[in-house]
Nanobody, 125 residues
Framework: VQLQAFGGGLVQAGGSLSLSCAAS????????MGWFRQAPGKERDFVAS????????FYADSVKGRFTISRDNAKNTVYLQMDSLQPEDTAVYYC???????????????????WGQGTLVTVSS
């Protein structure tokens, strides 16, 4: 499975951006696709993920109520709508997919076995 992320860019605080991630190959089952982000000098943090079949969603507390993850299974694509962006949301955002992921581990990067290239999101104050 290969992942390709689109979107990102520069936006003022309070603005919105949308990211998308397309998966090629043949993902099977109720795999999870989602997003992590990494700010300069910081670790890679979980943002949101979603299961392909059940549609279960998981969000980091820092983005709940502001970000929305969604999917289009026909296109093997997951989307991240980011609203009310703040300067602290500035980071490189990475798309990730996990073939087998227990619900208890949705926020742990090492359980995601496929990664796309990062896309930079910059929020100016």
């Amino acid at each position: 499975v290969q992942l390709q992320a689109f979107g990102g860019g520069l936006v003022q605080a309070g603005g919105s951006l949308s990211l998308s991630c397309a998966a090629s190959g043949r993902p099977y089952g109720n795999y999870a696709m989602g997003w992590f982000r990494q700010a300069p000098g910081k670790e890679r943090d979980f943002v949101a993920s979603m299961r392909r079949i059940t549609g279960s969603t998981f969000y980091a507390d820092s983005v709940k109520g502001r970000f929305t993850i969604s999917r289009d299974n026909a296109k093997n694509t997951v989307y991240l709508q980011m609203d009310s962006l703040q300067p602290e949301d500035t980071a490189v955002y990475y798309c990730a997919a996990a073939s087998f992921l227990h619900d208890d581990y949705y926020y742990i990067a090492r359980y995601y076995n496929f990664w796309g290239q990062g896309t930079l999101v910059t929020v100016s104050s």
